[in-house]
């Protein structure tokens, strides 16, 4: 007769996929996205499947991450000192939150329409 194998334990979920989830909560937040600098890889973590981040993540990816690039140009040419933390971009539409680190790019996309 085998033995049953003991169940593992499971895992706590990481400090970044509890603030994600936390994040993704808010009102209004439709999707959020991580993207490696060089957009290879991501991570989304979608509120539905009509968020433009499911629909569209390539493309979110890629121009985030290359506007991020040329507003960090920007702030550097005015001063060398200091570094973009975060950039807000709001349309009819969507405002698209971008936060960019060394090694990767978080994109909040909202709703501006949703009362907080």
């Not at 499971?10 to 209004?28: F, V």
């Not at 629909?55 to 290359?66: G, I, P, R």
């Amino acid at each position: 007769m085998a033995s049953a194998k003991p169940a593992e334990p499971q895992q706590p979920p990481s400090e970044i996929e509890t603030t994600l989830t936390r994040m993704s909560q808010h009102p209004g937040v439709l999707g959020l996205l991580i993207a490696t600098k060089d957009c290879k890889r991501t991570k989304i973590v979608a509120i539905d499947e009509e968020s433009p981040l499911l629909l569209q993540k390539d493309e979110y990816a890629s121009l985030c991450t290359s506007i991020s690039g040329q507003a960090l140009s920007v702030i550097r040419d005015i001063d060398p000192a200091d570094k973009l933390l975060f950039m807000r971009i709001r349309t009819k539409k969507h405002e698209i939150i971008i936060a960019p680190e060394d090694d990767f790019t978080v994109i909040c996309v909202q709703d501006p329409n949703t009362a907080s």
